[in-house]
């Protein structure tokens, strides 16, 4: 016979009680414990993932070994003909892994996931749709592109009928969209529930170690940007990836939040068009094709996304302020920072900026937080207060102090690299960089300088 069991759950943090409380004392949140249904069998749920008696599914039972006797071989990953997703997962995909890919709704977590299924022309993929039918994924697909005969969909919520259907099709690749839909036999509770997610998630997570088919799970977010769940479905995942942008804008980025097997440091960029996510392999080029050499308030910073050097143009507008208190406005970018470097720009080199109205933008939609845009964003206010252009062929590259002086910047051998190959001819950056780098081997000439002053003074005299 089944025992039911009940307990209380944390629907912010997934914490777990048995009797209910006002506070939770492991996020703090008021009044977010909600009762919840657990059904145990003796034996085991038949929602459950079962791995078969014999053959390759199986295995012996686990012994402790010396470290040293344990053998390792590097993993073969699937290649899943996007560059971007490769170069975010380290590689390519590993066998076995669980990957969770969160974001807004509408961003387009679901068409990046049906162009990877339909893109996998060697394999044979099964898309598990909780939340559209047969005939709306068709005809998202057929938007596309080409159909891929060995891509099939599943539009079921129930674990059972799922890993029913698993065991008769054998895919290559399991695509779940979304895991806040399913729903466990284990769990007498709503789909979506703390417990459900987490139960789903373990059910799908010994499925993949079990089978080393790859699953892809596409998640939900909180108002705050967070994964919907409990935290540990965070944990229970071999990588964790975020896909941002802005839905009225075409640029989407996809960065990741952990990752087991390669670095966090990545990120790939997507442009969103009428037949899907189409690569961006120059982001910079993209960035600077719209510039204006002739107009004040714009430079051009070299920045690094993740691990990947881009050029972006910082747009300043500083207009005389019509009432009483000025305004300060930033999009892209930090505003306590871009009231620091204000201050700095008054006090260090005695601007009159206290009553002006000053508006930053980075283009393109992209948010950055790199220090190093400093430098550029006290060069486009100067050239929009003093209505100054900056020549076309420089860019920046530096760190702004509190006292004006210019702070070396990481990675700034990639940084030049980008910015010699998008045909600039100049940048400057800070002297204690240069004094541990060869310039001579870079077609781009740098400008070594160690104030705030030496800046505004070689760019507008």
């Not at 942008?245 to 952990?258: E, N, V």
């Not at 781009?444 to 005299?461: H, K, T």
Request: hydrophobic share 35%; glycine share 10%.
């Amino acid at each position: 016979m089944a025992k039911l069991k009940t307990l209380y759950f944390c629907q912010n943090c997934g914490a777990q009680s048995a009797k209910w409380i006002g506070r939770c004392p492991s996020c703090g949140e008021w009044n977010t414990y909600v009762e919840e249904v657990i059904q145990k069998d003796d034996t085991q749920a038949a929602g459950s993932w079962k791995p078969p008696t014999s053959g390759p599914g199986t295995k012996a039972a686990s012994k402790p070994r010396p470290i040293g006797e344990i053998h390792y071989e590097e993993e073969s990953r699937f290649d899943t003909n996007d560059g971007e997703l490769n170069r975010v997962l380290g590689g390519g995909l590993v066998p076995g892994s669980l990957v969770l890919i969160g974001g807004e709704p509408g961003i387009g977590k679901s068409t990046l996931m049906l162009q990877i299924a339909m893109s996998l022309k060697q394999m044979k993929v099964l898309y598990i749709s909780g939340e559209e039918s047969e005939q709306q994924i068709k005809m998202r697909a057929e938007r596309l592109g080409p159909q891929h005969p060995q891509c099939y969909i599943l539009t079921e919520t129930n674990t059972q009928n799922i890993f029913k259907q698993i065991d008769q099709l054998q895919p290559n690749v399991v695509i779940v969209d979304s895991i806040q839909t399913l729903h466990s036999g284990l769990v007498e509770s709503g789909a979506g529930s703390v417990s459900q997610v987490r139960e789903c998630t373990a059910e799908l997570l010994k499925y993949a170690k079990e089978t080393g088919v790859p699953v892809l799970l596409i998640g939900h977010i909180t108002k705050d940007g967070s994964i919907a769940g409990p935290k540990i479905l965070e944990h229970m995942v071999d990588t964790v990836l975020q896909f941002e942008g802005d839905r009225h804008l075409s640029y989407r980025i996809l960065r990741t939040t952990k990752n087991r097997f390669g670095s966090t440091s990545e990120l790939g960029i997507y442009e969103m068009q009428g037949t899907g996510l189409r690569q961006v392999s120059n982001p910079s080029e993209i960035l600077l094709s719209q510039r204006t050499e002739s107009l004040s308030g714009m430079a051009i910073g070299a920045t690094l996304e993740g691990n990947r050097p881009l050029l972006v143009e910082v747009q300043a507008l500083v207009t005389p302020a019509t009432y009483g208190t000025p305004q300060r406005s930033a999009t892209g970018f930090d505003a306590k920072r871009l009231n620091m470097l204000l201050a700095v720009l008054e006090k260090r080199s005695g601007l009159r900026l206290g009553q002006h109205d000053v508006f930053l933008n980075i283009a393109g939609g992209l948010r950055l937080d790199d220090p190093a845009l400093d430098i550029a964003v006290c060069a486009a206010v100067v050239s929009s207060l003093n209505d100054l252009p900056i020549p076309g062929h420089v860019c920046l590259a530096a760190e702004v102090g509190l006292s004006g002086e210019i702070r070396a910047v990481s990675r700034l051998d990639q940084r030049l690299s980008e910015a010699e190959k998008l045909g600039f001819r100049e940048m400057y950056i800070s002297q204690f960089n240069a004094r541990g780098l060869d310039l001579a081997r870079y077609g781009i000439r740098a400008q070594p300088v160690g104030r705030l002053d030496e800046v505004l003074s070689g760019l507008f005299g």
